[in-house]
Every structure is written in C-alpha cells, then in structure tokens.
C-alpha cells in the first residue's frame, strides 16, 4: 500500500512529460512562423517588383512598348531577391479600358516550392501571390 501512495505521489519525470506534451505544439508554432515570414517576405518582394516594374513600364509609348519594358526589368531584377524564382513569376502589362491615362502591371508568382508549404502548418495561405500596381501615365 505505501508503495502505491508512494509511486501515485512521486513528481519524478514530470518535467519530462510535459515537455513531451508541450514541445511538438511548441515547435509546430515556431515553425509556422519561420514559414509565414519567408511567404510574407516572398509577397512583399513580388509587391515591390509589380510597382518598380509599373515605374520602369511607364517610359513605355505603346502597350506593346510597356510590357516589353516590365518584362524586362523582371528578367533583370528577381534575381536579387532571395525567395524568388524568375522562371515561376509571370508578368501582364494591361491598359486600363476605363481610363486611357493609366495602365496596370501584375504579376502571379508560383510560391509552391517555399518552405511554408513543406511544414505541416495550421492554416496554408494561397500557394499563388498575385499582386498588382496602377500607374498613371503623364503623372498628375
């Protein structure tokens, strides 16, 4: 009989044990953050090439000439991003049939082969990245 109360008493291990319960929650969480902030860093970089594209496209005289010119400056610049792929990203320059004065440049980015959709996570976002910028053409 004492040896039951004794071992039903014993906080021996119980570190352990919780640690066993706590630790792959714990580590699910930290990783789902690691991941979200390369897939935020990822969107934010795609959002900064849609709008420096818009600003490169805009010496453009034609649709034609625009799209050209944020082809190209994509081609030349996803490179210095460290979560992009230029083969995965792709570029549509479009004039708006509303307003003649302005033109859109968006871009759709392939973000399958991040590390967030590697990971068992809690909630996945949307495997594409769509962005988009608006330019006037002429300013003001």
């Known amino acids: 009989m ?24 714990f580590l699910m969480t930290v990783l789902s953050l690691i991941g979200y902030g390369i897939y935020i860093a990822a969107a934010n970089s795609v959002q900064q090439i849609a709008a420096d594209a818009a600003r490169t496209a805009v010496a453009g005289l034609s649709a034609q000439e625009r799209s050209r010119l944020a082809q190209a400056f994509v081609n030349d610049t996803t490179l210095h991003y460290a979560f992009l792929s230029r083969d995965r990203l792709q570029v549509s320059v ?9 033109f859109t440049v968006a871009l759709d980015y392939d973000a399958s082969d991040l590390p967030i959709f590697k990971l068992y996570s809690f909630a996945l976002p949307d495997e594409r990245i769509r962005r988009f910028s608006t330019i006037r053409i002429g300013g003001i």
Do not use: H, M, W
């Open 2 to 25: 004492t040896y039951l109360r004794k071992l039903f008493f014993c906080r021996k291990g119980a570190a352990a044990v919780e640690f066993a319960i706590i630790a792959p929650l």
């Open 94 to 102: 479009q004039d708006d049939p509303s307003n003649p004065n302005q």
